[in-house]
């Protein structure tokens, strides 16, 4: 039974520059990712532009030539998979992980008192094929964008209601309802508008949020001004129905009045967060803001071998991870494991 050094849960940028660093470290490695290849960028909508520079994206040293100052989805998708070309990383996709434990086994037999985890998976694919792998050393780079935060009000499971953002195309002429007060709700409103939507942005605060990219904000704003954006600020949304939504306004009053608008389609893009239930079943212990506690010079958890990496860490405040800084975790965290199988043998 094969026991690698290192699975890697996630192959975005964080996951892939560990990857990068553990074959340069010649670590017997593999990647797990439950979706495509960076798939969280793959979800952004097609004509998303980046908020940072080119180079600010780059990882194992690649260089990410772009002729635009921000970079597009499109541009770093196909960077990323130079990056896996280039360094010819072992990956496995489609495959989701169901569940990451030791192996009371497996790390009875080991040498040193080596812990062995166990790393159960499902393929995605309609074969649906179960395995367990095995690792000496686990790092969750599992990312937030996948999980979408939900508001659990009736009727979010309605067809009709989205977390993500995609095109403005097929409610052309529609009545549409964005929730949420960022980057996303304010750039897929103003898309919209732009595709002949008429939009409707509702947000539980009394105005924007402070990180609606620069060029973007006053945009948001002097549509919502003019009107050509219906605006509820201080609303939250108490029902969704198959043709309306019913909006709370006044918040925080306990007993604020309710109204009810037509609604085609509603997104509610209302941010993400990882998978905690995925890190607690492992036995990590979070914080109160629902982030992993980890050593900061490591990023080793509580459980001695089982390592965070990128917005995985960032519990609620996932402003404070972007690709920019989550990308040098993976080299901090193999450059720990590495040392330790050196002492090892």
């Known amino acids: 039974m094969s026991v690698r050094d290192l699975i890697i849960i996630g192959a975005g ?10 074959k340069r470290r010649r670590l017997d490695y593999q990647v797990i990712e439950q979706g495509t290849l960076v798939n969280s960028i793959y979800r952004f ?33 196909k960077y990323y998979r130079k990056v896996v070309d280039t360094f010819d990383l072992q990956l496995t996709l489609e495959e989701e992980v169901l569940s990451v434990s030791i192996d009371d086994q497996l790390a009875a037999d080991a040498p040193d008192d080596d812990v062995v985890f166990a790393i159960e998976t499902r393929s995605s694919r309609p074969s649906g094929v179960r395995r367990v792998r095995y690792a000496r050393h686990v790092v ?43 980057n996303s709700a304010a ?8 595709a002949g939507v008429h939009v409707t942005l509702v947000h539980r605060w ?18 919502v001004k003019e009107g050509s954006i219906a605006a509820y600020f201080n609303t939250t949304v108490v029902e969704i129905k198959p043709t ?14 309710e109204v009810e ?24 212990h979070l914080n109160d803001r629902d982030a992993p506690i980890i050593n900061p010079d490591t990023f ?29 975790h993976g080299e901090k965290i193999v450059e720990e494991i590495a040392r330790r199988i050196e002492a090892r043998d």
């Open 13 to 22: 940028p964080s996951g892939l520059s560990a990857a990068i660093a553990a």
């Open 45 to 77: 909508p097609p004509q998303m532009v980046f908020f940072t520079t080119p180079e600010l994206l780059e990882i194992g040293g690649l260089p990410f030539v772009s002729p635009y100052e921000k970079p597009t989805r499109s541009e770093a998708l």
């Open 140 to 182: 969750f780079a599992i990312g937030y964008y996948d999980r979408p935060n939900m508001l659990n009000v009736p009727g979010e499971e309605l067809p009709h209601v989205h977390h993500f953002y995609t095109d403005p195309h097929p409610h052309y002429r529609e009545r549409v309802v964005v929730v949420g007060g960022g």
């Open 187 to 194: 750039e897929a409103a103003l898309e919209m508008y732009r």
């Open 206 to 223: 009394p105005e924007l949020k402070s990180t609606i990219k620069y060029w973007v904000r006053p945009d948001i704003e002097n549509r």
């Open 244 to 257: 309306t939504i019913v909006l709370s306004r006044g918040l925080p009053q306990p007993e604020a009045p």
């Open 261 to 284: 608008i037509a609604a085609d389609a509603v997104y509610l893009l209302t941010g993400y967060r990882a998978d905690s239930a995925l890190m607690t079943a492992a036995g990590v």
């Open 300 to 328: 080793e958890t509580n459980v001695p071998g089982l390592f965070v990496a990128g917005g995985a860490i960032a519990g609620v405040d996932t402003g404070t991870i972007f690709i920019e800084n989550g990308r040098f």
